[in-house]
């Protein structure tokens, strides 16, 4: 069965990029939407945005700015990076699987920690 | 955006009881409301999609049941295991789908 597995630095300085990485393992990753979630307390569980295996990226308005989503099919991976980070960035990020079938959320990396701080 | 609404924030109910959670989307999503559960320390998890349809391995005492704006879960006869965090999600509106903020459902 499929599993992700999110990977990255921790702990990311205040206007610096926060760079995370979600591995696929046991599928392919055609014909779905890889996704990047997040969860504060503050403001509870927030879509970051998602990318298509062929390519296409849609983002949260409110993140689009400074946010980039790749992917690298010969790897199983696809990454998330979000530029001039502040302490309200600071929660755990989930990669998640996106089946357009269903039109939910069915499979969902253990969650990293990150932290915005000086 | 649509914002996605739960009531209540938390919930204390007993081993073998029926519960109901509710959410509330403010505008109509059609049936793209989904629902998921959440342990501590670990990912939320599809229970159920489109409304109704129980996500496979899902047992079924979760219900879902709803449509355009109101929707329900219910879990019928409560195990010790579905003590946990429920959280609806809309998929109607993209490129922004919201959840709700979240259901604690405590012993």
């Known amino acids: 069965q499929v599993q992700l597995q999110e990977s990255g630095p921790g702990l990311v300085k205040p206007s610096e990029t926060l760079s995370l990485i979600c591995t696929v393992s046991?599928?392919?990753?055609?014909?779905?939407?890889w996704s990047w979630i997040r969860q504060s307390p503050g403001k509870g569980l927030e879509w970051i945005g998602y990318?298509?295996?062929?390519?296409?990226?849609n983002y949260n308005p409110s993140l689009k700015s400074r946010l980039t989503i790749s992917l690298d099919t010969s790897k199983n991976q696809f990454s998330l990076n979000l530029s001039s980070v502040t302490a309200a960035d600071t929660a755990v990020y989930y990669c998640a699987r996106f089946y357009g079938s269903s039109d939910a959320f069915d499979v969902w990396g253990q969650g990293t920690m990150v932290t915005v701080s000086s | 955006d649509i914002q996605m609404t739960q009531s209540p924030s938390s919930l204390s109910a007993y081993i073998g009881d029926r519960v109901t959670i509710t959410c509330r989307a403010s505008q109509s999503i059609s049936s793209y409301l989904n629902w998921y559960q959440q342990k501590p320390g670990k990912a939320p998890s599809l229970l159920i999609y489109g409304a109704s349809t129980l996500q496979g391995g899902v047992p079924s005492r979760f219900r879902g049941s709803g449509s355009a704006t109101d929707f329900t879960l219910t879990i019928t006869s409560l195990q010790p295991e579905d003590f946990a965090t429920y959280y609806c999600?809309?998929?109607?509106?993209?490129?922004?789908?919201?959840f709700g903020q979240g259901t604690k459902l405590e012993i």
């Open positions: 990318i298509y295996y062929g390519g296409s990226t």
């Open positions: 046991g599928g392919s990753m055609n014909h779905y939407y």
């Open positions: 999600q809309q998929s109607y509106s993209t490129p922004k789908y919201t």
